[in-house]
Every structure is written in structure tokens, then in C-alpha cells.
């Protein structure tokens, strides 16, 4: 494994670079279009239903369709990462609508009553008093999104993109197991990477959350 | 000045909140909206900052119609404490209580400065400045709420029932707190509560609404316990009214005794009827003691009875009348503001002066006398 990683790792660390861009981005983006779409959800109640129901059925695609037909719609290349990104996007958004939407609700209603009475107008009450409140709510369903997605990036490896899963295509090929192996590894420590970003990203903007009762 | 101007509020169901409702809120005065839930009060209270807006009629802040202003605007010139506090649990007291000022563009430095300064006023040490909302207790977090909604120094508050979810005694305390700072503010206050006591205790005139949305009785207190103007507020205002419009009499003159007393800690005498007065040494009453079941020698804490009540000499005559009947001696114990003894009422004494003051009142309002 570790002859392997060696005569490699050149070709390992660009896939590597390549994997983190290919799934954090998607999180960024997903996030920012999910927040208006869960504000949708949660404002007018009526919309609740339909649009967590239409993202919940956005990540039932097959992730291999959605990267085969992508380009088709969008006009890429077959191989270019953009399929993959927008891919991801997509399975994001889905996932975080509700969280979104559950997030900003978990705001209780008199401190919603309160800040509308002193004098916050809409968008201003959404920006400086709900969307702080609904920060833990989101982050958890960010902490998902974005392990889901490591993982669903090495998937893109079988229609040829480069990142962490070739390691598992070639590994396949060769019936050889340390590049496997090494694919593994790395992934599981990307994900715990980016889980870890997010928890204390959470934890440096919810100072309030550990503040108990004196005793 | 707040005024309502056949006021309703219908919703599209057809259920009516507040029906053509015409109330004057003085200013510098509290105006309590009292009643069943269902009454509407509650809706009344939100039309003034227009968290409700009126389906007909008008609402105006001094000369001008609520309507014109833009809601942010209106509501930033106007304190809103509720029930809650609703408080933000992501900032700090000090932050929670610069809310407003903030808003109206005020600098950060300044603004919190302006918190400090309503922490004090509110009763809050300065230690809780930089806690959050869920560090502190329920009355506490009720203060920053008053705090909070007088930071931008609004000359008009809106209060929703802001001390019915905390416990007995420090509602009492919080209400007092409430008197006294209005005392030095002097703001016009509409206050809404379903507790009577409370409505009676802290209004200058109390709303009674009943459900339906419909003015029953505007009244001072004190009126509305001995007038109630139908069956529907007598029965609201509830027992006891008798006894409670005494708490709006001056005690006034009191023809206190001189009562004989031994301080704290001295030897004890028999006195003539068995009970005698104990006092510091600064002639705060302490209780009273009983020589009959006393042994001799010197007069301890625990040997004190301490179920009198104290009556003050500027009080009312509710006080005077319950330190009276609260006495295991008999004679109710009347202080001067500063807790020190001036002396001693009999019942007797009391209701002969309560008798004094309703015969001259049914005089000024007999028919002879009408027309104030």
C-alpha cells in the first residue's frame, strides 16, 4: 500500500484536490439555494408539502443518471466536473430544503412576535434574529449534505471524472486492493474533515448555545 | 395620547375581535384592557402597533392616524413587552436591550451604553450584562424585556400581559418595580392582563372588555369596585370588592394609640392583656409577644408572634383594617414610612373611619350632589 501510495502520489494528491473542490462546492451552493427555497416552505405554509416533497424526490435520481444526462441538458462535455458539481448541487438542495424550512420554524414564535414589534422589517428580522436561531438546525443537516457528498463524488470516478473513486476503478481493474484501500482512508478522513469545519464554524457562531445556568 | 375610534377587527370567518371599540389611553397614565380570553384585548393591544391591522375605524398617537406611518417606523417609537419576555436567545442582555436604539441607526457604543444605564433602572446588576437570555430566571429575563422595550425611550409601551408566567411573589415584585418606574418615567402605557387584582392594582383606569370585543366598563379602579356598571363586571371584578376598593382610601388621619413596647433582647414585663409589642432599637416593630406563655427573662426572636401586618400611616385604609384584624392583640400596628412605630388602631377605630369615609362619599354622590 505504501509502495503504491508512493509511486502514486502525485496522481493521488491532484485527485485528492480535486475530490475537496468537488464536494465542498456543491455544499456553498446548494446552501445558498436552498435558504431562499426553505424560506419559501416555511413562510407560506401551503408550500410546505410540495416543495420538501419535489426535493425529497430530486434525491431519489441515481447520481450515474443524473451525471449521464447532465450534460445533455446543460451542453458540457461528458467529462467535464461541472456535470458532477451541479450533480451534488442538486442532491444538496434536496436534503436541505426541509432543514431549512425546519430550522427557521424552530424560531420560537414570541421572540418572532418581538422582533417584528420593535421594528424589524422583513428581510432584516430574517437576517439579524431567525437565520442566527435556525444556525444549529442547518448546520446538522449541513453535517449530512456535506459527508453524503464526499461520497457521492467517488461515483463520478465511473464515468471518468478524476478524484478519489479512480482509485477504486483502477483498483478494480488490476483486482489489486491498496489503491482501494488508500481510497478509503482518504475519504473517510475527508468526510471527518469537513464534518469537523462545519461543527466548529456551528460552534463559533452559537456562543450562546453553551451559555447554561450558573449554578 | 392613544385613542380608539370605533375600532373593530373582523376576520374573514366571520368572527369578530373587537367590536367598534372607542377608548382614550391618557398619556402618562396606565390604561389596563382586562377581561376573558376571547375578549379581544389582546387584538386591541397589537392594533395600536399594528402587529393587527383594524378592519375599520382609527387609532391615533396623539393627532396623528397610525395608519400614516410606515410599520417599522410606528413600532420603533413604541415599547412592547410580552408575556415571555421573547427575548433573543442568540444575543446578549446587554445586546438584547440595545435592540432598538440600534435600529434607529444609534452607534454601537453608545447603544450599549444606553443598555447599561436601563439594566440599573430595571433592578439587574451589571454582572448579567454579558449573559445570555437563557441564563437567567424567568423575572430576570422579564426585566431585560422592560429594559429592552424602554431603551429608545418611546413615550408609549405596550405591555401583553408581561408578569402572568412568573410565580406569585416575584410578579408582586416586578409589579412594584413596574409602579415605581413608572413613577419617574411617565410614560402612556396600555397594559393588557386577564388577572383583575393586577388590573385594579397597577391602572389609572382599567378597560373591562368582554367577549365579543366589546367595551363593558373604563373606569379608575376604585370606581369600577364599587360602581360596576352591569352584571357582567360585577361579576368579573368578582368577590370581595367591598374590602378591596378600601385599598384606593387614604388611611388618612388614623387615631393611633401609643402603644407600650419592649426592645428586642431586654427583659420582659407582664403587660396588662398578655401581648406587648416588640421592637428594635431603631423602633421597628418585630412582632408581638405573648408574656402570658412567656418565661421570664430576655425576649429572643423566636418567642415572637409574627402574624400582625403593618399598616403605614400614609397607606390605605385596606392596610389599616388588616393590620387591625391580622393582630393576634387586637391593635394593628401603624408605621411611618421609614418602618418606624407611630402606634396602634383598633378594628373598631378602622371601621368607625371607613363608615366616616362612605357616608361623605354617598353624600357627593347622591343626586343632590351629581354633576362632577
Redesign the interface.
Known sequence: MITYFKEHHAEILSWLVSHIWLAAVPVVLGLIIALPIGWLAQRYRWLYAPLVSIAGLLYTIPSIALFVVLPGLLGTKVLDPINVAVALTIYTVALLVRVVADGLASV?D??A?????????RF?RLVA?EL??AVPVIAAGLRVAAVSNVSLVAVAATIGVPELGQLFTNGFQLSYFPPILIGIVLCVALALVFDTVIVLVTRML???RR????S | MIRFESVSKKYPDGTVAVDELSVIAPSGQITVFVGPSGCGKTTSLRMINRMIEPTSGQIWLDDKDTAGFSAAELRRGIGYVIQHAGLFPHRTVMDNVATVPLLLGQGKREARARAMELLERVGLDAKFAKRYPAQLSGGQQQRVGVARALAADPPVMLMDEPFSAVDPVVRHDLQEEFLRLQGELGKTIVFVTHDIDEAVKLGDQVAVMRVGGKLAQLAPPAELLTAPADAFVAGFVGRDRGYRALAFEPAGALPTHDEPTVVLGSDVSAAPDGWVLVVDDQRQPQGWLDTANTPAGKVGQEQLHRGGTLATHSGSLRAALDAALSSPSGRGVVVDDAGRLIGSVTTAEVVELIEDHATKSRASQSPAGAGT
Not at chain 1, 412576535?113 to 422589517?121: H, S, V
Open positions: 420560537p414570541d421572540v412576535q418581538a422582533a417584528t414589534a420593535m421594528g424589524y422589517g432584516q434574529v442566527p436561531i452559537t456562543p450562546w451559555a447554561v445556568q450558573p
